[in-house]
């Protein structure tokens, strides 16, 4: 049996030397290999060489100068680069006990799993390594958020946000994965149906070092499961509605101060489009800014776009003010609901339009090929 260690790093030099002796030792039954994907600002990889000279099996670091897509994208590295193509990925903390990896090795090698999950929350397994209670209630709230929302998928998962786990690699497409953030084994899980098997495991202290965890990864986590669940279109809608909310409240309180309807519905519009971009560029089409037009352009474009709209929608809600005589606020989400596919499609097909390379592919097939990936992929069908 031929097993690569996957370990994403980010500071982890203290621990660096006790999790190669353990997983040395744990894995003494088979051929094994360690690699190390390392974002780290520390001397881990100086570190991980240093330790690699006299290690008892072969140990490889890869430093990330630039790392894309944070912990998932160092695991998608490691896995595109391990020797084996059954790959355990842990943590570099020790709180995933190298021990456990023959568990999840003889699971494997049952034959009837692509996956291993080793849970925290499945038989015996434990999560006293969480720092304090809270964190322990925001893992099993996350946990069950994240099951009722992939109920086919993970049904049986019972710890689908764990960083321990096998997988035969031959059973995932490495280029249809788009991680961020901490969470790959959710990304790997939602993408496509798997067959899954668990260990239970006793999630541990720390060795050494701080915790990477924060609020900042929770934005990152909840932005991931929105993306996986619905897809790029509802993503763009939802970002839209918190837009359409905070225009009618800008419109609402500017009409209370006395500031005319339309001076209003124009303050309100020219904000909401300027965070909506910062928004969609953040969370929406993040991965096609790098074949698209500069930033610049993009956000010209997008502003242009949106306030041609406006010059239309405006006329258009004063319109329905006078005809229909209903309030201000009532006009301006109706007109703003009607104006939503065409911002989609613009900003899809135009503003973030790959930059021509050849001659360009048939317009009703670009058109066709586009929508259908942007509006439903990824999520689950």
């Given amino acids: 049996m031929q097993v690569t260690v996957v370990v994403p790093t980010y500071n982890e030099a203290p621990n660096v030397a006790e999790l190669v002796r353990r997983i040395a030792a744990g894995t003494d039954g088979f051929v094994a290999e360690i690699l190390f994907v390392d974002d780290s600002t520390d001397d881990t990889p100086q570190v991980i060489e240093r330790v690699a000279r006299t290690a008892p099996l072969p140990v490889r670091v890869i430093h990330r100068d630039v790392p894309t897509g944070g912990l998932g994208g160092a695991v998608a590295g490691g896995l595109a680069a391990a020797v084996s193509d059954v790959c355990v990925v842990m943590d570099g903390d020790l709180q995933h006990p190298p021990e456990d990896i023959p568990a999840l090795v003889t699971r494997y090698l049952q034959g009837d799993v692509d996956v291993v999950v080793a849970s925290r929350y499945g038989g ?81 202290d720390r060795h050494a070092g701080a915790s990477k965890a924060s609020f900042r990864q929770g934005i990152h986590f909840l932005s991931q499961l929105t993306a996986l669940r619905f897809g790029k279109m509802s993503l763009f809608a939802i970002i839209g509605g918190l837009g359409a909310v905070a225009n009618l409240a800008i419109v609402w309180a500017l009409s209370h101060l006395g ?123």
């Fill in 124 to 204: 015996e397994g434990a999560a006293g390594g969480l720092a304090d209670r809270t964190r322990i209630l925001v893992s099993r709230a996350s946990t069950h958020v994240t099951k009722a929302m992939f109920p086919k998928r993970l049904r049986d998962v019972s710890d689908p946000m764990t960083g321990f786990f096998l997988i035969d690699r031959r059973s995932i497409d490495l280029s249809q994965l788009r991680p961020k953030g901490f969470k790959i084994l959710l990304e790997i899980l939602a993408r496509r149906p798997m067959r899954v098997g668990e260990i239970p495991f006793s999630f541990a």
């Fill in 259 to 381: 500031v005319a309807d339309v001076v209003a519905m124009i303050i309100a519009a020219e904000t909401t489009i300027i965070a909506n971009f910062a928004l969609q560029e953040r969370f929406v089409f993040h991965d096609m800014t790098a074949d698209a037009s500069g930033l610049a352009t993009r956000f010209v474009k997008s502003f242009a776009f949106n306030n041609a709209e406006l010059v239309v929608r405006i006329p258009i809600t004063a319109l329905i003010i006078s005809n229909w005589h209903i309030s201000v606020v009532i006009a301006t989400g109706i007109t703003l609901v009607a104006a939503f596919i065409l911002r989609f499609l613009f900003h899809s097909l135009v503003v973030y339009a790959p930059r021509r390379t050849s001659a360009p592919a048939s317009p009703a097939r670009k058109l066709v090929e586009e929508l259908d990936r942007q509006a439903v992929s990824p999520g689950e069908l």
